[in-house]
């Protein structure tokens, strides 16, 4: 996208070189069929229950992205910390929404891809971890869901009206400026750390996309 200037983002060559994983995770037939207005609303349930939890486990991940920016980066401070209270906001969100849906999301619990995309936000707390591979990582998460969400309030969106409010809050244009800004602080930190971070930041990028995946797979399925 638009990154500080003359140099060519890093992270828009990833989404070019994986386009075909990183289509899959955004348009992704569970958020397709919201759009097309043919999702089943036990499946959305699922998805909503499952998000709960995976949002109760993203904070602790934003949290520790916050914590190395601080030790080095701080001039980011203050994008990441909105991060970690708009995630405040989320929780809210998701309690109400929950309500509205007739789910007790006390009763809910981690199914498998949701505990291994967990496994996976818990390794980044590790201090070895460097800031731009955690920040790369923050902003593909957030990215993804964006994508698969804007498109369902794009033109030509048959998406069912209990549902806007769910795609406007990730398919927001403030929610895609987030995205940016998180965006233009990834290929800045990229272009700044040895190559070793970098591969392993490209690494992460496309294990968030096969993440992803399994989390609409896991959402869709009937069992
Ligand atoms: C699985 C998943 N990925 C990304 C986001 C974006 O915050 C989310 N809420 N859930």
Redesign the pocket.
Known sequence: MDGDGVEASTTAAWIERHRQMYERATRHPFTVSIRDGTIDLSTFKRWLS??YL??RE?VAFVASVLLKCCKQHSSDMEIILGGVASLND?LSWFKNEAAKWGIDLASVSPLQS?ME?HRFLQSFTEPEISYAVAVTTFWI??T???DSFGFCIEEGNKTPPELLGTCQR?GSAEFKQYCQSLQRIADRSLANAPADAVKSAEEAFIRVLE??IG?WEMSSSKS
């Open positions: 499952q998000d995976f949002v993203f989320e949701n995309y998460i957030e993804v869901y964006q990730w993440l992803e989390f």
